[in-house]
């Protein structure tokens, strides 16, 4: 079936909520962390992250709009350092509880019952239950008029990793990990290596 | 093991791309179909499409450095419309060959053997193999100076998807279409639906 604006607009609000975070399919999934100036540590759940570049290397993300307190946001921007950390199965209930609206006095580490971790390089809180962990120092954001959206970009400063998932090739092996994936807010997928295929080169014409 | 700046810089530049580029885990992929002034259809295979908003609804990707050709972000800005289509195992093997580098006069779509489709909406190609085809006009690009990267955004014109797989929430049942993933350049991943959770809220102190 063919679908076009007239059609977006008679969605349902939740409906069309749930068809266009869905749409694309299933994508990252992580819980980033920060440290308010008082001391209190956040968690929040994302499936925006996308990787922007090696070398040096960096991560960004999409904020939602900042009409309402965004605590992800303003912590960040305030200490200048967030984490991110992967999700598996064993910990599914509680990451998917860290997208709950808590208030800013309150720790999403307290209310799921996930653990903080710090290392002694990075002042934001890393997830201790998870399997990759990913200190980043925050370096630019960018308005994106479309939506009233922010997309954040961080440097990676520090990696904290198992050293057995570490591959020859300097692939992450998280097919052994059974790292996560997301469609939308809600369906959370199990991901299974299919292939890794050779570096693709055209063919010169017949 | 913790790995910091000091440990990135002295890994091997193929290691350090392959770490970066699979180190947050699988993320979306898709096939992007656009068209040249001079008639040739193209095709690439991104792994950065981010979910920016539902109303109205805006998808956005990253796109590498422009210091080498890239035809899909002069064909998108020229023409203004651009598709995305996903992958599932089917046609792994064509969307993975249509990575590789071809010159600007050569189609991906011939290259690679995947079918060119238009809609009468959208003047962009659509993969016609694909199992969700979306459409999209050009509305904003941001420069990150990070890694000398763009982020476009897409604002979703019309999506053409089997009747089927919309189920009455507006969920899409990627399960059913067994939508792929992959993390870095090279290593796909099939997905399996493990649960889809009620939506969160935070729990009243004891």
């Given at each position: 079936m063919i679908l076009r604006e007239a059609?977006?607009?008679?969605?349902?609000?939740?409906?069309?909520?749930?068809?266009?975070?869905?749409?694309?399919?299933?994508?990252?999934l992580h819980l980033i962390g920060t440290k308010g100036h008082r001391g209190i540590e956040n968690l929040g759940l994302f499936s925006s992250v996308v990787h922007i570049g090696a070398t040096p290397p960096h991560l960004g993300f999409i904020m939602r709009p900042l009409t309402v307190p965004r605590h992800t946001y303003h912590h960040?921007?305030?200490?200048?350092?967030f984490t991110l950390n992967t999700v598996h199965p064993d910990i599914l209930p509680q990451a998917h509880q860290a997208s709950a609206n808590y208030a800013l006095e309150e720790s999403?580490?307290?209310?799921?019952?996930?653990?903080?971790?710090?290392s002694d390089h990075c002042p934001a809180p890393y997830v201790e239950e998870s399997s990759i962990k990913i200190g980043l120092s925050y370096v630019e954001d960018h308005y994106l008029k479309s939506n009233d959206t922010m997309f954040v970009v961080g440097k990676i400063e520090e990696v904290i990793i198992p050293e057995t998932v570490m591959q020859d090739t300097?692939?992450?092996?998280?097919?052994?990990?059974?790292?996560?994936?997301?469609?939308?807010?809600?369906?959370?997928?199990?991901?299974?290596?299919?292939?890794?295929?050779p570096y693709a080169r055209a063919k010169p014409k017949a």
């Open positions: 059609d977006f607009q008679q969605m349902e609000r939740f409906f069309r909520r749930n068809f266009f975070n869905t749409l694309p399919g299933p994508r990252g960040l921007k305030a200490q200048g350092y999403e580490f307290e209310a799921t019952g996930l653990t903080p971790f710090y300097g692939h992450i092996d998280h097919n052994a990990l059974h790292t996560m994936v997301v469609a939308g807010l809600d369906t959370y997928f199990d991901t299974e290596e299919n292939a890794r295929l």
